[in-house]
């Protein structure tokens, strides 16, 4: 009884750790977030902690970047570092 136990919770810790794990952010958009440059600002922590790093060494630094709503929708955005503030944001047209 003990060794099936163990097994089982085994098996279980296996599944969890071969499963990838999604990462995401949560962002309410502003009036601002969705004026006229076509796209919105990101939190530089969210940035930082879930999406690849950006190549410094291009100008701007700049990679694409495909995300799934939760209807399964695919949404490709450029996810570019610029602007006088210097904010990452999230582009839709480009």
């Known amino acids: 009884m003990q060794y099936e136990k163990e097994a089982l919770l085994a098996s279980e810790l296996a599944l969890k750790q071969t499963r990838s794990q999604t990462e995401f952010f949560c962002k309410t958009l502003t009036a601002s977030d969705t004026s006229t440059h076509g796209g919105f600002s990101v939190p530089r922590?969210?940035?930082?902690?879930?999406?690849?790093?950006?190549?410094?060494?291009?100008q701007p630094p700049a990679q694409e970047i495909q995300a799934r709503d939760l209807h399964e929708n695919i949404w490709t955005?450029?996810?570019?570092?610029?602007?006088?503030?210097?904010?990452?944001l999230f582009e839709t047209s480009f």
């Open 77 to 88: 955005f450029r996810h570019i570092y610029r602007g006088k503030t210097k904010k990452r």
């Open 45 to 58: 922590r969210a940035a930082e902690k879930i999406f690849p790093a950006l190549d410094f060494s291009m």
